[in-house]
Every structure is written in C-alpha cells, then in structure tokens.
C-alpha cells in the first residue's frame, strides 16, 4: 500500500515510505458504492456477566496495523559472524596459482588444495574419514572478482570496506562502526547529532497529520533508542512504548527475547543477520521512536529521512527528522495496548530501516524481505494468512499472481506468502541463511539498477545449484522458454512443501528438505489443509479432468483422502507452463516412504503401498510470465473519440488504457513525430496543440529529484525535440522545451519536477529535464499550448510528447489535437495526414546485465532477452493457465485396506470473512469458546485444528476438550483436555490436536460442543500490569451461530470446578453475533461392530486430513 500512495517512480518502490502505510493525500479512500474503502474490525472481550465489550476499530484501505506476526527461524551463526569466519581463514584468500609460492605444493588436481595430487581424493578433502594433506590448505582455483562479489555477497562487508567503517571491541552489531568513523574518517567531519537530556522537548515533523510538534524525550533504552512523546500523548502511549523499547533491546535479559545463540536481544540479532543501521548517512547512533497522533492505526519509516542528502550524510543544518526515526501512531498503542505486539512492530519497520541503506528493491522482496527476517530473529510463528483483510476463498488466493497486493486479486496476503517463500529457501539444505540474506540485501542505488522478480532471484537460485558462492563475477540470462528453470523449480518445491504441513504424521512426509517447511513450522500448517479440493476414496473411484485457472506464480493443491492404489495422469494437451508435481504420503501398513514425483503432458504414475493420502499440486510457471515481450506491449498512445468534445472534434491522440479506466502504471512512451527540416529563416517557428489532462494529483511534500529540484508531483507529460544528424539520422541533441505558459509549479514557489521522469534523467540532469504537467486541466477543459521552435531554425528535427507515470494510481491520462509546426504563414508539418504520421516510441526500463552502481558499487547480474522488460504493472496480472489431470484408484474394500474404505468429512468452519469486515475475539484464562457440532454419521474424532491470531499474553498453552451440550457441559466419556503448547511471547497461529485416542464413538447425529481455552498461564516481566492474560481469536461468518440445536452454534462458558467452588457461567449462545471462532475437525467413520464410548482398537490415527467437498 505504500507504493500505491508513495510510488515514487516505476522502479524507487520504497522511496519515501517503508511501512504498512502512508498516504500520499489526506483524502480517505472511496469504494464504488461511496462508502470509504476501510478495514473494519472488532474485537469481542468477555469479562464475566451477561455484558460482553466489543472494541471497533477502522483503519484505511492503506493500512494493516497491529502486530506483524513472522515466521521462525533460527540461524545457527548469523551473517556478519560466518563472514567474519571467511575473513579469518587466511588460507581462503590464497590464490591456487600462488599455491608454491608460499611453500606449499601446486595444487595438481586443480580442486582447491595446495599439494592435492594422485587420485585427487583424500588430497582434495572427499575422503571424510582422512584430513586432506597436512600441508595441503584450501586455495582458490581462480582468482576471486573480489568488489564485485563481496557487493552481490558480502553487502554489509561491502559499504563498510567503500565507506571505511571499522567495527570497534564491544560496538553494538547496529552501530558497528560509527566510533571509527567519527574519529577516523572525514565523513561526518567531526559532527556528531546530540541530543538533549531525558525531560527536554525537541520540534519534529509529525508526518502522520503533516504538523510540527513538541515531542518530549521520555528515554533512552539500552543506549541507542530515544522514545520520544508527541505533547498530546497518554501515560498508556508512554508505558506501552518504553516497554516494547525494553522488549526489543531485552533488557529484561530473559531467555524468551533471545532469538539465537549469540544474540541477547531481538535488535541485537537483526543487525546481526542484515547489517548495521544505516548511521553513516545520519552520523547518530540513535533510532527516535516518536510517538504521534495519526488519525490511523499505523506504523512507519521514512527512506527519505536517513537518506535525505545520499550519499552524503547530515549535517548541523540538518532537521531534527533528518536521522533515524520510526514513526508509531497513538492509534494503534490505544488499539493494541501489548507491548510485545509494538517491539515486534519495531523489529518489522527497522528492517526496512536496514534495508533502505542498501537501497531499493522490488516490494515483493523489501516487505517480504523484512517479514522473513524477522522471524530469525524474533524465533516467531508466520504472519497468519487470516490477520488483517478478510476473504472467503483460499484457493483464489493461492492461485494468484505472485506479486499481486491488492484486495481485489489476494486479499493483500502478498506479505505472508513471499515471507514463507524465503523462510522456506533459508534452510540450510536449499539456499540457507547466508544465500537468503544476501537474496534480500541485493538491492541498488542505482534507478535504472534496481533488481526487480526473477532478476535477484535467478541468480542467487542457479548459483545454489553449486553449494557455494561463485570464484568470479558473472551473470546469468533469464530464461523464458522453458519452465524448468529454477526460479520455477523453487516456486513448485514451495507449494509441495506447503502441502506436507497437511500430513499429521511427520513419518510419512518426505524426507527431502525441498519438500519440507523449517521444522519448527512443520506440524504447524500455514495453509487451511481442509480448503484443497478434495476427493474421497470411499465415495469415489476417480477424478476425472480436474484443473483450476491458475495466474502467474498461483498455485493449485487438490487431495486425493486415501486412496489406494492410485493412478494420476496428465492430460495430453495440459500447458506445460504449468508443473505438476504429486505428493504421495508414507503408508505405515506397507511400509512404502512418502515421495514426489513430476509429471509431464501426457504422463501418468501409479501409486501403490495400500491407503495413501495424494495431493496433486500445480503452479503457473510461465517463463515468461513476469516479463513484456515486444508483442505482448500494450499501445498507450492511440487515436480515440473518447472525451473528443468541445474545441475537439473527430480523434485525438489520448495516452491511456480504457474509457473510464486509469492509466497503465511504470510507463515511460513518447508520441513521436516524423524528421522533419525547419527552415533556416522564418518570422514565428512554433509548435501549438491542444492538450488536456487528468493525471495524478499535485503533491508537494518537499522531496526533490535531480540536483535538488524541488517536485510537485509524481506522474506528468512533457515535450521534448530531438535535433537529428543529416548524415546518420541519430539524434545528435535532446531538448526538453516549455510552453509559452509554463508547465506549472504546483502552486508552491520553486516546485516543477516530477518524479516519474528520474527514469529516464539522471541525478545530475538541471531541473528544467524534470519538468512536466501533471494534475488536472480542469474538469476535462481543453487548453491551448505554444512553443517557441526559433532555436531549432535550419534543422532536422523530431518532436515528441513523453508521457511517464510510476507506481502508483492515476488518471485517465493525456490528450492532444491539432498538432501544428508553422513557419510565419506556413504549415510545415500538421494536416490531416500527417497527425497520422505521430508513431509511438516505448523506452524500455531494463537494466544492463553488469553495470554497477556508482553510489554503491553494485552489478546488475541477470540479462533479458534483447526487446522484453519487466512486467512491473502487472499487465498480465489476469492471465491464466491450467493443465487437467485425472486419477482412477481400486474400489475400497474393509478387507484390503481399513482405511481407504472409511468415510470420512470435515466438520467446523474454516475462515470466510469479508474484506473490509473483520471480528475477532479475546479468550481469558476460565473461558472456553465452545462450538457445537454433530456426527455425520457413525465415527471418531481424528483431528482438529484451531486458527489463532499470534499475539497473546501470559499464556503457556492452549486447550481442547469434546464436551456435552448439555449444561454444564462435562467431557465426554473417557476424554481428556488436550493441550497445544504455545511457547515465547507470540502464539504458533496454529494448533493441531490429535483426538484419535480421547475421541469417544459418535453415532449419527448424536451433537456435542468442540471448546477450546486457555491450557496454562505463563507471566513475563514486561507483561502490563493489570492486563488479563488472553489468547486472540479469529472469527468466521457462521449463520447458526446462534441456532441452539444447529451445528455452529457457539457460546463461552466457564466450566465448573468444585474442588475450586467455582461455579459453571455462560454468555449465552451467539456472543459474536453470526460468527464463531476458526476449527476443522476431520471426522472419520469406524465400523458397526465397534463399541459406542470409546474409540476402537482398530482404528488408529495414519495423520491423514480429508476435507469436506
């Protein structure tokens, strides 16, 4: 959301704002209907009574707030050690070539040994049971492109070497470097940022209401992090935000905020594994906290702030904003009043802190960039697929484009679904932690260097292919013809890996890492596993032409509940461009081990080992799906009657997509006339035209482009001639020309530029290169433009109209009509035919494998195909393909095998919420949120698993029990409450329960109430005081939820306990109103003969989930 309000330009994703919001105009956004386009969201609280409290909450279209949930990871040395490892091996650095030189033997077998000989085995270190030669040490076969490789490789190695930052004993991995280079260096020429005493105000930019105000310097935590208060902010605002400071920093010195070996704080740690903060453009050591009224529930960053003067630094001149600063709304503390939830919010946004002194890159990466790292380092579940914007299908959003961020295509999971890409890649069987990091930290300085999709990520995949990192510098071309490459292959693998989550049993899972999540997510599924498509063995033989319409990088998972004996096959005619590959778990009857195996079109396997649950899963992985091919390039200049009205009449040319639509974004195309000869003398040499505009809004907010010109907005149109040689035809001189009236300034004084022209300028260009008109013409008003063409007399000239838009949302774009070029009294160039003879010229944004940025010394290390550019608009965000396949398996029978011939079904509700409307609810230690649900026929309780939101409190544990529906609601038979541990100070998000051995045997129809609650109660020094410990809760639309005798109907209860003399309390049914909390069960059949209260001895849990159809 940052980038449709802040998209500086098509390829600067992050250039002002690195948060979950911040918009570019004051105005709330409006739906179609006029209603304003929010979240909304209320959280539902039982404190005892008949009462309950409902706590509602709107936040912006732009705007996720709350705690950013992460996925786990740990790292078994973080990335500035095991470089700094590398750097202590002497021997690494010594050149095989030079192997006799320093006395050792040449290394013969040419394996990286000095003195390796013979059959090149143990003298090269392959023999694991004998050391290599002893006076053999590791060298390297070719010399290695040191600068280029340590920028791709070693980033944070790599500034620190350019800027001659130099870590001093005992510097705090963030600040690593700072004493060294004030004291040593000219950076900072001696000026170091100070900062007044704890009590004393300073006057800073409230950048959510756009305001100057008095902040009060509350304290300074662990020596680096200032908290500062806006002067109109609460005691809570000021308790919750030293607390979550203490939390990040750890000073409580607990074992549940340190999130490695190593590593003693959460901060610690991040800077560990990304790199320091970047205080050689601030010359502080501080990060300001500041705490202010922002009219939203939010959270945000600034690159403009710390990079105010890149690449110099500040100075004494320089604002108090001008640093450091992570902006936290009062709004949201008010909202979520958890101290834990706020440090995580801090860990998230400081990321994108360390990320933005790198550079840029695509949003994909920056956001899910800072969403992976932060569960390395904060060791926390995933952001769960079902916080913040609600849906109602999970299979439309795992078919999805890949990089689509928007409510309309996935709901805005973009951020859950790449973090879990690159928490996948970062075991250390696949790219592992160093590849990872330094996959996220290649990003570039450079405008036209920016790494955007596959272009990062085919390098670092095809360079994992070797397990180590590359001799020399090269690059890789991207390939778009066929679907195996790698990026592909990863993309696939994911989606696998994501289906063996469903797999309770981790014995029939593959054993392969690329077919597995980090073990520590394993057992705790990321996807609602009921919500595949499924097929069940009992009630069928066959699946016959399945397929789903898949977008570029979406996914497919189906399932096949236990067949046995299966046969899968795909169809003849199946787009190759989507892989298929079949999951077949482990079978404990017969022995046979999970496996995957890929088919082709046209191909088919069998399956045999008994009763088996399959899931087929299939990704769109179109080699080209990313890209634009020059046939693929959609036309923005055209000839068009639309709003040809007024002084306009017939066509004009109109640069935009579709009537009423908004223009393409990331466009840089120009109308171009034919080469035409001016004359050398003429009274008046003009070129006049009719132009009207609707681009997007003027915006002043004081940041400049090109050697500080001042910008007033972002999208524009300018016009440009181009001097043409008479003996080549190359153009020998650009001009960008005004009109006689200006292109405007905004309506502030100096302010011209437009930001979307950087693509095309560079920083050096003068300010008149970035001049351009953007806004509105008025109300679709038509004016009259006129230019002086008296310089270009005696020349071949061509003209043009360039029209440039970035990131963000726009208009409808440009008009223009009755292009003249006159000479005096004559027509030179404008009659009726020659307005057909404007042609449209498209300037592809594409960088050049091997450039390297000259602020940061980066190189570009993916070439494209010679006419094709990155889709970064996502025009072909609507395409789709598919491949069907099919799949027969043997009639079951309880003879052959028990289990394929079990019914089976889903019972609960999984996650339907709308959009804009979302409710969820705080469960307190006593309560139990209770759902009732009936036996669809004769049978066990397998399975359950409960959804959760992560952020808690105080709580160890969380607890299912199978009750009665009758009041006061006992277990059932011999049933015990199981427990699902919920460790540290976020919960796992998911909980699966294995009942088999506690369910008792249900006969068809017979009701009972699933009730879940809090198992074990754990307090931690920074918990608030006075605040009831609670576990959150996702809630689902269900119509019967207040239907007493109808399967969803739900209350709260707090059971009786005499030995406690507490009394057995209830809200009632429907305290959520038509909505209960987020469960699947599966429930499995069992036969006739089998005993009605507890569960037979012959059917056992096999960690097969079978969803309902």
Not at 148 to 160: G, K, Y
Not at 326 to 336: G, K, N, S, V
Not at 746 to 764: C, E, K, V
Not at 1008 to 1015: D, N, P, R, T
Request: aromatic share 10%; net charge negative; charged share 20%.
């Amino acid at each position: 959301t940052a980038l449709r309000s802040f998209g500086a330009m098509p390829f600067l994703l992050m250039l002002l704002f690195l948060c979950h919001s911040a918009p570019r105009t004051v105005a709330t956004p409006v739906t179609d209907d006029g209603s304003e386009d929010i979240l909304r969201v209320e959280t539902y609280e039982w404190l005892g009574g008949e009462e309950l409290q409902m706590m509602t909450h709107a936040l912006p279209e732009d705007v996720e707030g709350g705690i950013d949930n992460l996925p786990s990871l740990r790292r078994s040395q973080s990335g500035s050690a095991a470089r700094r490892a590398e750097a202590s091996d002497e021997s690494a650095a010594l050149a095989c070539e030079d192997c006799e030189a320093f006395g050792h033997g040449a290394d013969a077998c040419g394996c990286g040994y000095c003195g390796s000989y013979g059959k090149c085995s143990w003298s090269c270190g392959k023999d694991l049971e004998r050391a290599p030669n002893a006076n053999g040490p590791k060298c390297n076969p070719k010399p290695v492109d040191e600068p280029l490789l340590q920028a791709i490789w070693e980033r944070p190695a790599w500034r620190d070497h350019r800027l001659d930052l130099k870590p001093s004993e005992g510097e705090h991995p963030c600040f690593a470097g700072f004493n060294h280079m004030i004291s040593n260096t000219d950076r900072c020429n001696g000026w170091v940022r100070q900062y007044p005493d704890i009590g004393s105000d300073v006057v800073f930019l409230n950048t959510g209401v756009q305001r100057y105000s008095n902040f009060t310097l509350k304290a300074v935590v662990g020596g680096h992090i200032n908290v500062w208060l806006e002067e109109n902010s609460s005691p809570l605002h000021e308790d919750i935000s030293i607390k979550a400071a203490n939390i990040y920093t750890n000073q409580y010195g607990i074992d549940e905020l340190k999130p490695a070996a190593g590593s003693g704080s959460w901060m610690e740690h991040e800077c560990k594994v990304m790199g320091s903060m970047p205080f050689m453009y601030t010359c502080s050591d501080r990060i300001n906290i500041l705490v202010q009224e922002c009219q939203v529930e939010n959270a945000w960053v600034m690159q403009s702030d710390y990079l105010r003067n890149f690449p110099g630094p500040a100075d004494a001149n320089s604002s108090a904003n001008f640093d450091i600063v992570f902006y936290m709304c009062q709004e949201l503390l008010d909202r979520t009043p958890n101290p834990y939830a706020a440090a995580n919010t801090f860990a998230h946004e400081l990321a994108h802190v360390i990320q933005g002194g790198f550079g840029y890159s695509f949003n994909a990466m920056t956001e899910g960039g800072a969403t992976w790292l932060e569960g390395p380092l904060l060791h926390l579940a995933p952001r769960p697929m079902i916080y913040a914007w609600g849906f109602r299908d999970w299979n439309r959003i795992n078919a999805a484009h890949f990089y689509a961020n928007t409510k309309e295509w996935n709901s805005r999971k973009f951020y859950q679904i790449h973090a879990m890409f690159l928490t996948y890649l970062a075991q250390p069987e696949l790219l592992g932690d160093d590849f990872t990091s330094a996959l996220q930290n290649y990003q570039s300085f450079e405008r036209a260097n920016v790494p955007w999709g596959r272009s990062a990520y085919d390098y670092f995949l095809q360079m994992r292919e070797t397990g180590e990192k590359p001799q020399e510098f090269q690059t890789v071309t991207m390939d778009i013809e066929s679907p195996q490459n790698a990026f592909a292959t990863a993309l696939l693998d994911y989606r696998v890996a994501i289906a063996a989550q469903c797999i309770a049993d981790p014995t029939l899972r593959p054993v392969e890492a690329k077919y597995l999540m980090p073990s520590q997510l394993r057992d705790r599924p990321f996807w609602d596993c009921t919500s595949y498509r499924t097929f069940w063995s009992a009630q069928d033989s066959s699946a016959e032409n399945v397929s789903a319409e898949l977008h570029y990088g979406g996914a497919a998972v189906f399932r096949l509940a236990a067949p046995e004996g299966a046969t899968v096959s795909l169809a003849k005619d199946a787009d190759a461009r989507v892989r298929t590959k079949v999951l077949a778990a482990g079978s404990k009857s017969t022995g046979h081990v999970a496996e995957v195996r890929e088919l082709g079109p046209g191909e088919s396997i069998s399956l045999e080992g008994g009763a088996r649950e399959i899931f087929v899963v299939q990704v769109n992985v179109d080699p080209a799906g990313e890209l634009i091919g020059p046939s693929e390039r959609p036309q923005l200049w055209k000839r068009s009657t639309y709003r040809c009205t007024g002084s306009c009449s017939g066509k004009a040319w109109w640069a935009g997509a579709g009537e009423g639509e908004e223009y393409p974004t990331n466009q840089l195309s120009a109308l171009r006339s034919p080469v035409m000869q001016l004359p050398t003398e003429a009274d008046k040499l003009e070129l006049s035209f009719d132009a009207m505009w609707d681009m997007e809004g003027l915006y002043v907010d004081g940041s400049t482009v090109g050697s500080g010109c001042v910008a007033k907005g972002y999208d524009g149109v300018q016009v440009r001639v181009r001097v043409v040689s008479e003996v080549d035809g190359e153009t020998t001189e650009l001009v960008v020309v005004s009109p006689e009236s200006g292109y405007g300034d905004g309506g502030s004084p100096n302010t011209a530029a437009l930001h979307a022209l950087r693509s095309i300028y560079g920083d050096d260009s003068p300010c008149s290169d970035f001049e351009g008109w953007t806004g509105k013409s008025g109300d679709f008003a038509w004016t009259s433009q006129l230019f002086d063409f008296s310089r270009f007399a005696g020349k071949n000239i061509s003209f043009e109209l360039l029209f440039a838009s970035d990131s963000a949302d726009g208009g409808e774009g440009f008009w223009v009509d009755k292009i003249r070029v006159h000479a005096g009294g004559s027509l030179i160039f404008g009659d009726g035919s020659d307005a057909d003879a404007m042609t449209e010229h498209v300037f592809l944004m594409v960088p050049k494998a091997g450039d390297v940025g000259k602020d940061d010394g980066v190189p570009v290390v993916t070439v494209l195909p010679e006419g094709y550019e990155f889709d970064r608009s996502l025009a072909k965000i609507d395409r789709t393909l598919s491949a069907p396949w099919s799949a027969q398996w043997r009639a079951p029978t309880l003879a052959v095998d028990p289990e394929a011939s079990l019914g089976r079904a889903y019972l609960g509700w999984s996650y339907a919420a709308p959009i804009n409307d979302t409710k969820t609810a705080l469960l307190h230690p006593g309560q139990e949120a209770c759902m009732r649900l009936a036996a669809p026929f004769r049978g066990i309780l397998r399975t359950a698993t409960l959804f959760t939101l992560v952020d808690k409190m105080g709580i160890s544990a969380v607890s299912l029990a199978v009750r009665s529906v009758e009041e006061p609601h006992h277990q059932l038979g011999n049933s015990k409450m199981i427990f699902s541990a919920s460790p540290g100070v976020a919960d796992p998000g998911t909980h699966r329960f294995d009942l088999a051995s506690q369910s008792p045997v249900f006969d068809e129809g017979e009701p009972f109430l699933l009730c879940v609650g809090i198992g074990s109660e754990r307090a931690l020094p920074a918990d608030p005081e006075g605040t009831l410990p609670f576990l959150h809760l996702p809630l689902t639309n269900v119509s019967s939820a207040g239907q007493e005798h109808l399967p969803g109907a739900t209350k709260l209860i707090v059971p009786p306990v005499p030995k406690e003399e507490r009394a057995f309390q209830t809200t009632g049914f429907d305290p959520w109103h038509g909505h209960t909390f987020v469960i699947r069960a599966e429930f499995v059949a069992v036969p006739e003969s089998t005993g009605p209260t507890s569960s037979p001895a012959g059917v056992k849990s096999t960690g097969f989930l079978a969803s309902a159809r």
